[in-house]
């Protein structure tokens, strides 16, 4: 092993680094480096002497150091970020030649799992079936909605990163058909109109840039087959809700299930909250409780490769970088 590297944990939130890493993850850190005592936050960096610090380790709460703060880790060579999106912080550093690792792929597979569960449950028809279930007559096949199943069915994704990526690699377990739906439109072959026409279920794994907001819109929607469902675990804003609302009204026999929201939550009387064929959860399908570990252990491993002078897996780049919505 070359020689360990001094490093140091910075957060805004102290909370968020217990949360995500364990205190045995906590432990290999200490064991791989000369680990700083303490978790430094933005105040914390203007008053600790990080001079010697070459790697930081954070997660959700990093801040965007500014050039004066970064001036105070003369030595600072790469961040360890164990999260997803690199965006609100890592200009700076790509500035000052620092790299930037991320556990994005890390955060992809919960959702890809969430997503994958909720697909398999729409294509047997089960959120429809279970809206109509209310006395022992609705068990009768005449009135109890039954989807296509999963046998030759076809599913869209929209969007190809890396969530999309990982759904894909899931689904393979099952005779689906997978129509995937790049996010940029110069890179289609197959055009939204066709799919939300062909496909039964429709999941949206658009990417957090501003010329995908309100893309799925209400022409859309209108025209998604008898009984079909559409996801949302990627942004809220990205669907023109109050469209989708419209084309709910008139169309119950469609589903959607909205893990996020534009606002979100929305707002005090949306219809969101009445609609019998909407079902929302609280923003969830990303890394949660035990899951969040998996982004711990993610950097902890690039770590290993970077210290012995490996190939790493998860380096972030500027051209990776989106201009996220506000």
Known sequence: MANKKVAALLCESEENIHYVYSDAQLAQLAGLTDLKPGIFNRAGLAEADLSDVEVLFSTWGMPCLTDEELARLPKLEAVFYAAGATDGFARPLFAHNVKVLSAWQAN????????????????KGYFANTRMIHSPADWSREKAYVGPGLYGETVALIGAGAISTCVQGMLKAFNVN????????????VSLEEVFQKAFVVSNHLPNRDDN???LNGKLFSSMRHGAVFINTGRGAQVNEAELIEVLEKRPDLTALLDVTHPEPPA?????????NVQQSSHI???VNDEVHRM??????????????????YQVVESMLLTSTK
């Open 108 to 123: 992809a597979i919960p959702v890809a799992e969430f997503c994958v569960a909720q697909i398999i449950l729409a294509l």
């Open 178 to 189: 997978v129509i995937v739906v790049p996010s940029r439109p110069e890179r289609r072959t």
């Open 213 to 215: 907001i309100g893309v």
């Open 268 to 276: 005090e009387g949306s219809k969101l909250y009445t609609l019998p």
């Open 285 to 287: 399908a990303g890394s």
């Open 296 to 313: 711990a252990d993610y950097m902890l491993d690039e770590f290993r490769r970077y210290i012995a002078g490996e190939p790493l897996k």
